[in-house]
């Protein structure tokens, strides 16, 4: 294997991973593949260092690598012990964020990847919509075109709308980082506000995309994406130019 | 604040963040401020009981969890304790790779997202691209037709030509993005093999891009960028069927 400069698929070279880090991996195999259901208990300590031969300073950090990565939660007192959970994909904005602030990312660094990143999106959903995600897509622009002004609507309908698209393009990826970044840089989150107006605007965008979506057209589904959000890129750096050069900062 | 659907937000909502993540978070911030640097010690426990008024499981439990952050090594024995240090890029791809193993993503989803990715990469290079940038990218094309058919050296050229652009395209996200699914779906760290005349081709490819570049050209550099991708997704799909339906598998 040649060296690369790719620090992100470097083992952790500083030591060789840890009898406890293979452990972790060796536990957690069931809990991935489904045959341990949320909720189920994991052996205890003290049956783990019979079946694996492992000591129990590392039967307790394998348990609590796993209990970091969202797999298990660790229940003490009697009746407590190992209990399987589906991890939280808020982990995942919690890792990003953390690389992200270390490599001094800003606000507007992370529109711009969704600027990148939602034109392909809306690209494949074209490509691959259902008739019943369309119908879903037009129930979101209907609810926001009904409640004119009202911040609460207009946030979960224009979060809704996005997600909808993500999970029409059938690209597990894109979808993750998409959801991702909206997670860690949410301008509403933070105090953008829309009036009735813009609200009205953004509907309108919205359902040209959906037009396109409906006649399968990826260049024009990408096009109207693409200008949603220089739109909407173009009202941020207007209205909150402090906002865009704010460093991403480690979130939990 | 209306409730959305995006689960990458939300709060860990099982419990309330104990105070151990944010007492690591207090702990953090001098670190990811820079004002402490890697290799420097943080305070001993007895001394951050005392500062913070915590109890010893809670200072515990946030070293901990700055551990598995990778912000420090707890060095044991005498002298030892909380070291500071750079966190490898690496944990991000296994926090990543955990989520795709959950959602059920496969190598096939990855190079998708590259696929959509690059281009859009190749595209902001182009309006962003330095001379210097533009030298590195010619000697690595050099190197490349240098040693024909050497395995090794293509590797490492072709890792160095891709991260090189992602560094032009001045997009920390996107370049965080790329290299992270670089790392979980190697191609060639599973077997992926190219004859020293697919070598050729992909140097050939390379060289369209780079004229692209040099021409600042963003329109031409994201279809070469497409067309080189597009490229080899069709040699792997032909040569490496079974590859592709592969699931992503948590790395560590």
Not at 18 to 37: D, N
Not at 241 to 250: H, I, K, N, T, Y
């Amino acid at each position: 294997m040649a060296e690369t400069a790719n620090e992100y698929a470097e083992p952790k070279s500083w030591r060789a991973p840890k009898s406890s880090q293979r452990l972790a991996h060796v536990l957690a195999q069931p809990i991935l593949s489904g045959e341990v259901a949320p909720g189920e208990r994991l052996p205890n300590e003290q049956e783990m260092m019979a079946r694996y031969g492992a000591g129990r300073p590392t039967v307790r950090e394998a348990l609590r690598l796993l209990e970091t990565r969202g797999l298990i939660v660790l229940k003490t007192g009697p009746g407590g012990g190992p209990i399987v959970r589906r991890p939280p994909k808020a982990s995942l904005s919690e890792a990003l964020s953390l690389v992200l602030q270390i490599e001094g990312a800003s606000f507007r660094d992370v529109t711009d990847a969704r600027t990148a990143l939602e034109p392909m999106i809306a690209r494949r959903a074209a490509e691959r919509v259902s008739d019943r995600q369309l119908d879903e897509l037009d129930a979101s622009i209907a609810a926001l075109r009904a409640n004119p002004g009202d911040h609460e609507v207009f946030v979960a309908q224009n979060q809704r709308f996005h997600t909808l698209i993500a999970e029409a393009a059938q690209s597990v990826v894109l979808d993750v980082f998409v959801n991702t970044l909206h997670a860690i840089a949410d301008g509403v989150r933070v105090g953008v506000q829309y009036s009735a107006r813009k609200q009205a605007a953004i509907a309108d965008a919205h359902e040209a995309i959906v037009d396109a979506l409906r006649a399968r057209d990826p260049d024009r589904a990408e096009a109207a994406m693409r200008e949603h959000l220089a739109e909407a890129e173009r009202y941020w750096r207007h209205r909150y130019p402090e906002l865009m050069s704010r460093p991403v900062q480690w979130t939990y």
